[in-house]
DNA sequence: AAGTGGTCTAGACCACGCC
DNA sequence: GCGTGGTCTAGACCACTTA
């Protein structure tokens, strides 16, 4: 428990500031003069502290404006809901659940066929480095990067369709897919939380120490065919995954 | 993408040869002489380097030996588990599952009675500070801390029964519980991702750059009382959670 | 112009692991 | 004993933001 450092001690007192609220979302923090001036001790010794804090998701820093408690409520993500029929023709359903909220949602489109890495091309059962055809969004709120959510599809079976359409699809993407394919009755999610690549950072506008859940969701027909692999990016600042489950009826042994 | 920062080159380059392969899991890094040699700058500088790779969780340090590439692998994580019934009468289900793929799980336990923090105070539906029983795990495999599960009930129905005994219980805290307020038939799982904290970094021995899945898991009956509260701890670098789901039969609009 | 964080250097001393 | 990473100092110059 002890840490006898003295950036780890600088860190300790500034975390109990802040996780006790003395230092709320948004409150500027001392600078880095003013700290060293405080604990008497080095610029470096003091950036190290920072550093820390800022690996833990607590403060986030802007060169030339100095650092701020960051804001960590969380947004809810429903995996189970991503693949619910749209509410309305004119907005998706991320569009709709948003507005409703009164928040500012809007989406980028792009379209391409690409060739599959392994755990796309796993997941939709071809060879990796097959042309498959990708559905690419980032979604923004109020302006702001949000998710990534990119949708891979066979070749064989979207290319020449309207999933390639690099806009909205008033009837949804889905409902073109289950007519191709037929209905989708059953869906594997996978989550793996990590840090983000420099990739993925400079596309969500990260701050460092914001790690990310990447959610891999895999749907199936009835007769066990592969309708559609889902890549989302979810930053672990901005969202809580939510599962409700109804557990099977069954009896105990 | 470009980063002309001598650190962020560095980086780049290494991050590189981690991620093509070309330096595989348990390699050694070269030495932050060596980087700095190489490359002609001072060691802060190499330091700074290095680190950043720490951060993304692709090496890890040990002091007196060097820097090795770390393993990445995952293992499988399924909220939807946690609840089954035991398979055996002597192991838990986490020792039987493991124990089938021939790894060393043990596990420690320890009972309490403690003060409600926020979070399972609102789940469990009491005030902030109530007094409820924790039965708090931590799982190991292969010797080596594993995850963090600590459940919670209310003292009112747990206090006096056998979940207050800090060793295996052999027919399983379910069907204990079940006894006293009635069959779980649903739950909801929340999955916070976030930078651990110095406790949870301490008891699951994480290396910098680890991010962890916090799990809560709420268990409802039929008339919607609460059962219990999981609270599990899945540092990022061991596990994928994974979700099975069957779309519910309803019409399109 | 003044203050902020971002980068970088050139040293120093220590604790740890291995031979 | 030697090499490793961990900690810390005392400077320097730069880019950015705000006034």
């Not at 429903?78 to 004119?90: C, F, I, K, L, W």
């Not at 690409?114 to 939709?124: T, V």
């Not at 990016?233 to 969202?239: A, E, K, S």
């Amino acid at each position: 428990m002890a840490d006898d450092t003295l950036h780890g001690q600088m860190a300790s007192d500034l975390r109990v500031l802040i996780t006790s609220g003395e230092l709320k979302p948004g409150s500027p923090l001392p600078s880095e003069a003013q700290l060293g001036e405080q604990y008497g001790v080095s610029r470096p010794t003091v950036r190290r502290a920072l550093q820390t804090l800022e690996q833990e998701g607590l403060v986030s820093a802007h060169a030339g404006r100095g650092r701020v408690v960051r804001d960590r409520r969380a947004m809810v993500y429903r995996p189970q809901q991503e693949y619910e029929p749209r509410r309305s023709s004119t907005m998706d359903r991320f569009t709709t659940v948003l507005s409703e909220q009164g928040r500012q949602p809007s989406q980028s489109i792009e379209v391409a066929v690409e060739n599959a890495g392994r755990m796309i091309a796993q997941r939709l059962g071809v060879p990796e480095g097959t042309p498959v055809v990708a559905r690419k969004r980032v979604r923004f709120l109020d302006g702001e990067p949000f998710n990534i959510n990119d949708t891979y599809h066979t070749l064989e079976l979207a290319g020449g369709t309207a999933v390639m359409n690099p806009e909205d699809i008033p009837e949804g993407s889905n409902v073109v897919i289950e007519r191709l394919i037929g209905r989708e009755v059953r869906a594997v999610d996978e989550i793996y939380i990590r840090m983000p690549t420099p990739d993925e950072t400079r596309r969500l506008k990260l701050s460092t120490g914001t790690p990310v859940g990447v959610h891999y969701c895999t749907g199936y027909t009835q007769d066990e065919r592969v309708v559609r692999v889902e890549y989302f990016v979810i930053p672990g600042d901005r969202h809580v995954i939510v599962y409700d489950r109804v557990h099977p009826v069954e009896t105990i042994d």
